[in-house]
């Protein structure tokens, strides 16, 4: 399974970006995908996380300002980020859970990381 991420970048506070991120692969099912993030010195904290059905569960620090979705025909999760702080800088990850082929069990999948700087 491939996660590839995008949609990172440079953005003043109070701006906006919307990350991507499409899951690749012998996938036969995915239950839940979600966003981390880690800044430099500190654990990888979840951000957002939705399940197959639409529920989602979003971190309290981001609460009212992002918004986590999915799209399960293309295998995909995105994160609209609005009024972003600098306390929101980090490396954001990519997240499943999911089903491939030739496995019996559920496993977890990481994407590789996309930057998001949020200058004051």
């Known amino acids: 399974v491939q996660l590839q991420a995008s949609g990172g970048g440079l953005v003043q506070a109070g701006g906006s970006l919307r990350l991507s991120c499409a899951a690749s692969?012998?996938?036969?099912?995915?239950?839940?995908m979600g966003w981390y993030r880690q800044a430099p010195g500190k654990k990888r904290e979840l951000v957002a996380g939705?399940?197959?059905?639409?529920?989602?569960n979003v971190a309290d620090s981001v609460k009212g300002r992002f918004t986590i979705s999915r799209d399960n025909a293309k295998n995909t999760v995105y994160l609209q980020m609005n009024s972003l702080k600098p306390e929101d800088a980090a490396v954001y990850y990519c997240?499943?859970?999911?089903?491939?082929?030739?496995?019996?069990?559920?496993?977890?999948?990481w994407g590789q990381g996309t930057q998001v700087t949020v200058s004051s």
């Open positions: 692969g012998n996938i036969i099912k995915i239950n839940d």
């Open positions: 939705i399940f197959r059905g639409g529920s989602t």
């Open positions: 997240n499943l859970v999911g089903l491939v082929s030739g496995s019996l069990n559920y496993a977890q999948y």
